[in-house]
């Protein structure tokens, strides 16, 4: 193990947070008085000097005190070595001979868009971010190659606000063409021509439920692209693609993170006669339709209707009624399905199994052709070209660093096409999967990693990680920034939450709306369990999340303070009676429900991590962070409860201080450059150590 080194601080430090005014606004909710003090602070820094005034003392006041925690020059020096030095590399998009990925080399800030012809091909510089900005704020949201790859259409955004204006460039020679796409502009298909392309955007890029999808003709300007699709309420986002041969579009109306509909179009008579005829696959049923190939007149697509865990059927777009669809790949009880690639006569579908990745290679009419092995237990993913069966396998686990792997997918071999070299000894890592029992009898697992010569002494510090939410699965991946905690005696913990997508679309639902609740006794039954296996206690345990789930940690720290020493709440949703009326938020009502329904308020305000501060309760440590451009969750949420907790708070704040970051030069986390990243994990990981005991 590796000691971090202690610094003692000789200047005497203030502690106590900087007071906030209270201004109190009243308001009733289904019958309910409810008073905020600090319903100023919902303005952004753009429209309120005020609170840009106040949020300035609440960032000098957590400067000063992280940056003179005693780990912090150690854990600098090390987030150097493990982060900045070592570059990283994506798996390529194919198109013919031309082979597209992103690489980033050591002490870039974003990562560089490459080419090379061939796979033994010289690399070549298509687009590099960090020389249209030295601050490296500019970031290459996406990229699309055309069919033939002679354009790549990308989409770059500025300080993480995602929304990327969407431009095209020539792969012979890098220049930039004068198509240029605002909005949140993001590319869907190429015509088979390469001349044109199906995308969407925001109609108003103030209004974030104006998604549109438009038609746009290479070389033409933009205000005559034809609108295919607008949005008609807030949480039905419209998505549509096109296939191949530019015959059939397919598209449908989003409703939440559990169903869809889906409809198809023969695009190939409205571009010759201007007619547009859609005709219903799947509407108004109880799941997901994901459509994955079509191969002449037959669309293959994934769904979780009647088949919570997923399946594949194939549908003839010319008789698309459910009556005719045919079963390819059925539902497996042992797995879930989380995505089907398409290669050359073949699918290759990604389960997970108890979040692990796990791969199964099928023919086009579902005979299977056998596994698809991976390197280890761990999380991979696969980039697919439906003209070839060669592909790219990214692989990685908690003891083994993303690599990437060029795989034939005919007989499964694979070789190493880029792996980074890590200045870590992932052999002395111990990873384990272990199951506890919530509190309504349900078993939950969690990821358990540590030195293999840490036990379960009852004193070890302990950091748990959790999300739990909107379908996503926390699978294993290797974070170069655990090793200096590793290192120090730190376990880790991954918290396979309820409301995730582990265990397929009921786990999904039994996390969401009236359940949400059920997440928060998830994490509850993991604390208690490595608690009682002597792994941790209260005094030396922390729990993280960010977006969805800084709102974990932030219910967590007002239900249970007393399970945790500290919690970090990155860029969270925390004041859950408000939070559907700014930005985006109303995308996501049907994950947690409105206040404006009576029902609903109900749940939300039992768990509101904003509304359930008690006055005179002591709470543990607790960063909060924000980022100011945040297109997603609006950085009131942090600022509000970072003030409410301040003052009510009974604590102790040289030893359990509430913090507030706000960065002015970030969002929701997307996009960040590299030298902002490192600084935020030097504070995190310096706060954490310094609440659980491995540098005071």
């Not at 289904?30 to 106040?54: G, I, K, M, N, Q």
């Not at 021509?193 to 969407?200: I, P, T, V």
Request: charged share 25%; net charge negative; with cysteine.
């Amino acid at each position: 193990m590796i000691t971090i080194t202690c610094l003692v601080a000789t200047a005497v430090l203030q502690t106590t947070p900087p007071p906030t005014k209270m201004i109190p606004v009243e308001e009733v909710i289904h019958d309910t008085t409810f008073v905020d003090e600090y319903r100023w602070l919902e303005a952004l820094e753009s429209e309120s000097a005020e609170v840009e005034a106040w949020t300035t003392t609440q960032n000098d006041h957590t400067r000063a005190i992280l940056d003179r925690l005693p780990c912090r020059p150690e854990l600098e020096r090390r987030f150097e070595e493990l982060i900045l030095e070592i570059g990283s590399v994506s798996a390529p998009s194919m198109r013919g001979d031309l082979y597209f990925y992103r690489q980033r080399s050591p002490r870039q800030n974003q990562p560089v868009l490459m080419v090379r012809r061939g796979i033994d091909g010289e690399p070549r510089t298509l687009l590099d971010p960090n020389e249209l900005d030295p601050d490296g704020l500019i970031s290459l949201d996406w990229y699309d190659p055309s069919p033939d790859g002679s354009l790549v259409a990308f989409g770059i955004s500025r300080a993480g606000d995602e929304m990327p204006v969407l431009h095209l460039m020539r792969t012979e020679d890098g220049v930039w063409l004068a198509d240029e796409i605002t909005g949140k502009a993001s590319i869907s298909s190429w015509s088979p021509e390469g001349d044109a392309f199906l995308y969407s955007c925001l109609a108003d890029p103030d209004d974030a439920y104006s998604r549109s999808i438009r038609w746009h003709e290479v070389g033409r300007n933009n205000r005559h692209d034809t609108v295919l699709f607008d949005q008609q309420a807030p949480s039905r986002v419209p998505f549509a693609s096109l296939d191949d041969s530019g015959r059939w579009l397919m598209h449908g109306v989003t409703d939440g993170w559990s169903k869809n509909d889906l409809f198809v179009v023969d695009f190939d008579r409205w571009l010759r006669e201007g007619v547009m005829d859609s005709s219903p696959i799947a509407v108004g049923l109880e799941g997901r339709f994901r459509p994955i190939a079509v191969m002449g007149d037959t669309m293959w697509m994934t769904t979780t209707w009647k088949t919570l865990n997923g399946s594949v059927w194939s549908v003839d777009l010319n008789y698309p009624e459910q009556s005719r669809w045919t079963s390819i790949i059925p539902e497996r009880e042992d797995a879930v399905l989380r995505g089907v690639s398409h290669a050359r006569g073949m699918l290759i579908a990604r389960y997970i199994e108890d979040a692990v990745t796990r791969f199964e290679r099928y023919a086009m009419n579902g005979r299977s052709l056998g596994a698809l092995e991976t390197p280890g237990l761990g999380s991979a993913s696969l980039s697919t070209q439906d003209d070839r069966t060669e592909a790219f396998m990214s692989y990685s686990s908690f003891n083994d660093p993303r690599s990437i792997y060029r795989i034939d997918l005919k007989d499964g071999s694979r070789s190493v096409w880029d792996r980074p070299e890590v200045p870590v000894d992932a052999s002395t890592v111990a990873v384990s999967q272990i199951f506890t029992t919530s509190k309504d009898g349900t078993r939950v697992p969690y990821f358990l990693v540590h030195h293999k010569d840490v036990t379960p002494n009852g004193d070890n510090p302990c950091l748990i990680y959790g999300y739990g939410g909107f379908n996503i699965s926390m699978e294993p991946r290797f974070n170069a920034s655990l090793f200096p905690w590793l290192d120090a005696g730190g376990v880790y913990v991954m918290a396979n939450l309820r409301g995730g997508g582990e265990y397929g679309e009921s786990w999904h639902r039994d996390g969401m709306l009236e359940s949400k609740q059920n997440v928060f006794d998830d994490l509850y039954a993991i604390a208690e369990d490595l608690i009682s296996d002597k792994w941790t206690t209260p005094d030396r345990l922390a729990v993280m999340g960010g977006s969805n789930g800084g709102l974990l940690t932030g219910v967590a720290v007002t239900q249970r303070p007393d399970l945790f020493a500290c919690v970090v709440s990155n860029v969270p949703l925390l004041d859950m009676l408000r939070y559907q009326d700014f930005l985006m938020a109303r995308f996501w009502v049907p994950e947690y429900g409105s206040s404006e329904d009576a029902e609903q308020f109900e749940w939300l305000r039992a768990y509101s991590p904003y509304h359930n501060i008690e006055e005179g309760r002591r709470y543990p440590a607790t960063l909060i962070t924000a980022g100011e451009n945040d297109n997603r969750v609006h950085p009131l949420h942090a600022r509000k409860m970072a003030a409410r907790m301040q003052q009510l708070a009974a604590n102790d704040h040289d030893r359990d201080p509430i913090l507030l970051w706000v960065d002015r030069d970030g969002g929701h986390g997307s996009g960040k450059p590299l030298s902002m990243r490192i600084r935020d994990r030097v504070d995190t990981w310096a706060f954490i150590m310094s609440q659980t005991g491995l540098c005071r």
